[in-house]
């Protein structure tokens, strides 16, 4: 069956430090692969979209790795900001590019 | 708009009752989806519209469940004879044409079925 992991429910890190957040995924052949950044009592906000034949992609104080072979992306924040604490979500088609299957989410604290 | 407007923020509801939910997109998103996150969990396809092609349904978890896009416009969500396991954060969002764009979501109702 189809799978999306994210690690560990939660991730805490020091302020300045670079987190990473994973996400594997298995029986997909996804076109893309999308960040989103969700807020308590908000929607998801989108980050960043990565496709299958981009190795990486940079926005700001982010990267994002997209590993076809391992079925993996990767999530960087570099120099990490208390601001930064939210909950993490990849999402990914199933090849159709027309809707996204959501992984559970990581809940990122980055601590002052 | 802009932004992806959902009305009401919150619903509370009795169990056997039935709820409309409505979603504004951003004006010019061709592509409208709907998904449930219910409290501590991922999200949940539930149905996506592009343009006036007939919606993808396959994410609604039962009869009860419907929805309605008007054009490009305004979509809502019908849920009849309420059950408590429908209590969850329902989420609408738009984009330009599919998953190639990103999404942008509204703020969500909460409905509570007591």
């Known amino acids: 069956s189809q799978k999306i992991e994210q690690n560990s429910e939660a991730l805490n890190i020091q302020e300045g430090k670079t987190a990473t957040l994973t996400c594997n995924y298995t029986n997909y052949s996804p076109a893309y692969l999308q960040w989103y950044r969700q807020d308590p009592g908000r929607g998801p906000v989108f980050l960043l979209l990565?496709?299958?034949?981009?190795k990486e992609k940079r926005k700001e104080r982010l990267k994002v790795t997209f590993d076809t072979t391992l079925k993996q992306s990767l999530f960087h924040i570099t120099a990490s900001q208390p601001a930064d604490s939210a909950t993490y979500l990849c999402a990914l088609d199933d090849g159709s590019a027309r809707q996204l299957t959501f992984g559970s989410g990581t809940q990122l604290t980055v601590l002052p | 708009g802009a932004g992806v407007s959902q009305s009401p923020s919150n619903k509370v509801t009795e169990k056997g009752k039935d709820v409309e939910l409505r979603c504004d997109p951003i004006s010019g998103h061709t592509a409208l989806y709907w998904y449930r996150q219910r409290l501590g969990q991922g999200l949940e396809f539930l149905i996506y519209f592009q343009g006036n092609s007939a919606p993808d349904k396959s994410g609604l978890p039962s009869d009860r469940f419907s929805a309605e896009r008007t054009g490009e416009s305004v979509s809502t969500l019908t849920i009849q004879r309420t059950q408590q396991e429908d209590s969850a954060v329902y989420l609408c969002?738009?984009?330009?044409?599919?998953?190639?764009?990103?999404?942008?979501f509204g703020s969500g109702t909460r409905l509570t079925v007591v």
């Open positions: 969002a738009s984009s330009q044409q599919g998953v190639i764009y990103g999404y942008t």
């Open positions: 990565i496709r299958e034949n981009e």
